[in-house]
Structures are given as structure tokens and as C-alpha cells.
């Protein structure tokens, strides 16, 4: 099965090859930062509900056993730590119902959180109500992962209407609709066709974590690891739809492993970020246990680099100074961006 594969593969498949591009982007050094730890307040909110941290587990996996297991202990995460989390692709579950128990203990696990549905922007609209309703979903994802399919054997190769079939999705869905990439970034180009469709919120999943060309590869596909490179790195993503400025919310995805690269994020404009392969690495290679010590480290760390940027909560970091630099700032200015 694809998703067991997926999972298998992900477990083993290396990062990249490209990097995030957040080693370009620099928070500065507050010496006399006038807080206390216990003042850093990073709660957000989002979709009505109030998380602790600007943070979401962001789509992974659903619709096989293994998966099940994994999607309760990453709820079960979620809920312990205010954290959103997003499900994988719920397509299996809406075409065979014996699989959606790997997606119904989500909610089961998480009953106040905020959970995210995920299906492809190609889906029928017909399906959308299902998807919500099967995990009492607080906002769907809508996934475009063109390169991907293009590297599978078995994937589509027909993308016309994509952008009516959103505009109809946005149109009547009854959760709030957020456009996401999987690992390739959103340009601003595109992220302008899909506000005009309708969409305000934005999951970019750039260049620099999971490639889904290189896992499609393994599994014998098209591409011959000719073009592991392709994609937007998730800086350079974020910093093209920031730069619009929009009123869009953006979940800042794809590569993020590091506290400094959620606080980066935040400061440049996102309003979460999104963390998939690192979550997923953690859990399979040290369980449970190893995951709760990763996240709370990772909490502290995060808290510590708002205040050593003198930052108490998010709307204060976005107002500090930052630079960008290096290959980031180069692409920016390419692109007429005043960095």
C-alpha cells in the first residue's frame, strides 16, 4: 500500500537535498532583553480556538494500522502541548470507511483541539462535507503536490480545473479552506490565483524537508533523482507571500526542525509553523518517549530565542529588526522584493 510505503520510506529518506534557506534569515541579539522566561506568552489565535504555542503538527499520514498508532500519539501530543494538528490525505477513508478509525483518533484523542482535514485540491466537493465531518474538522487542507504526482507511476497527469474546483470547494465548504503545498513551496503568483479563488489561508510547505520526488523515486519512480532540487525554499516561499501583503493568515511549513526556524518564521510573517518529517523521524526512531522529551525541549528552546530577541509574544517579534542575507536576499531582489 502507497501510504505504508510513504511512512516507510519517509522513516529513511534523507532531508532535502535543498536546504529551507532559514540559515539566511537573522534574529538579533537582545543583550538587555528586560523579561523573565515565564513572561514569554507565545499563545495564537487560530480558527477560533487558542493554541499555546504557533505551532502544527502538520499533515502526515492516515489509513493503515501503523498509522492509526502514529496518529494517536501525534493527537495525543497536540493536546498535551497546545498544538494544532493537521491528518494526512483522507481520501483512503472517504473510499473505504474501514479505514477512517486511523483518522476518527484524532478527535477521539484530541477532543478540543485544533484538528485539521486534508484531501487534495482536485477532490470532488461532494467528498469535502464527509472529510469535515468525520474528525469534526475546524479547517481543511486542500493539498497541491503536482511534482509528486508526476513522479509516481501511478499519478495524475491531467491538472486542468484545479482552480475552479478550489473556488467551488471555498465557496461552500463550511470550515475554513487553507491551501497546502507538500514540499515544493507556493509562489506569489500562485498564492494570488487561489486568494481570488477564495482562499485566505496559506501552508506553504517549501523546499528543504521531506521530498516526496525522492520517495517516489524509491518507489521506482519517473524521475531517476534528476530533479530532487526542484522546488521554493520554505524561506523564500514565506518572505513572496508575506511581501503581498495580503490578509492572509500563513502556516510557515517544510523543513522547519529548529526553534530559531519557528521564531524566523514568525518574525517574517507567519502566523504558524509547520512541522511534519521531524515529528514523524522522532517517533519511529525513539516512541513515545522520545517524542514528549523532543517537544518540550524544543518549547523551551523556542520561549528562549523570543526572549533572547527581547520578544514577549509574537506580535512583539514581528516588530524586531531582521536581516536576510545570502541566497534568500539575492532571490528576493531578483523578484523585485525589498528585502
Known amino acids: ?63 493503515t494500522d501503523k498509522s492509526l498508532q502514529i496518529n494517536r500519539i501525534l493527537a495525543a501530543a497536540a493536546s498535551k502541548y497546545g498544538l494544532a494538528m493537521a491528518v494526512g490525505s483522507m481520501t483512503v477513508a472517504i473510499e473505504n470507511p474501514a479505514l477512517r478509525n486511523s483518522f476518527t483518533i484524532v478527535r477521539e484523542t484530541n477532543p478540543d483541539g485544533i484538528i485539521l482535514a486534508n484531501l487534495g485540491a482536485n477532490c470532488s466537493p461532494r467528498n469535502i462535507g464527509e472529510a469535515v465531518n468525520m474528525i469534526a474538522a475546524d479547517g481543511l487542507q486542500l493539498h497541491f503536490n503536482v511534482p509528486q504526482e508526476l513522479a509516481m507511476r501511478e499519478g495524475d497527469r491531467s491538472f486542468r480545473g484545479i482552480l ?78 508575506a511581501a503581498m501583503q495580503l490578509p492572509v493568515k500563513i502556516i510557515a511549513s517544510g523543513g522547519i526542525r529548529k526553534a530559531d526556524e519557528i521564531a524566523k518564521a514568525i518574525a517574517i510573517g507567519a502566523d504558524l509553523a509547520g512541522i511534519t518529517g521531524l515529528f514523524l523521524k522522532i517517533l519511529q526512531h525513539e516512541g513515545q518517549d522520545g517524542l514528549d522529551t523532543r517537544i518540550e525541549s524544543l518549547l523551551y528552546q523556542l520561549k528562549a530565542v523570543f526572549l533572547m530577541s527581547g520578544s514577549r509574544n509574537c506580535a512583539m517579534i514581528r516588530e524586531k529588526p531582521v536581516l536576510i542575507l545570502g541566497r534568500t536576499a539575492e532571490w528576493l531582489h531578483a523578484r523585485n522584493i525589498n528585502t
Open 1 to 63: 500500500m502507497r501510504k505504508a510505503e510513504h511512512l516507510d520510506l519517509a522513516k529513511i529518506t534523507a532531508d532535502g537535498p535543498g536546504t529551507n534557506g532559514f540559515e539566511d534569515i537573522y534574529l538579533l541579539q537582545d543583550s538587555i532583553p528586560e523579561l523573565d522566561l515565564d513572561e514569554i506568552d507565545l499563545r495564537v489565535e487560530f480558527l477560533n480556538k487558542t493554541l499555546d504555542y504557533p505551532l502544527l503538527i502538520d499533515a502526515m499520514t492516515g489509513g
Open 164 to 241: 475552479d474546483n478550489v473556488k467551488r470547494i471555498a465557496d461552500t465548504c463550511k470550515v475554513p479552506v487553507i491551501a497546502k503545498e507538500v514540499g515544493f513551496g507556493f509562489t506569489r503568483e500562485t498564492v494570488a490565483k487561489l486568494y481570488a479563488a477564495g482562499i485566505n489561508i496559506f501552508d506553504n510547505g517549501g523546499k528543504g524537508g521531506t521530498n516526496f520526488i525522492a520517495i517516489e523515486d524509491q518507489r521506482q519512480g519517473l524521475f531517476a533523482n534528476q530533479l530532487d532540487d526542484w522546488g521554493i525554499p520554505t524561506a523564500v516561499s514565506l518572505a513572496e507571500i
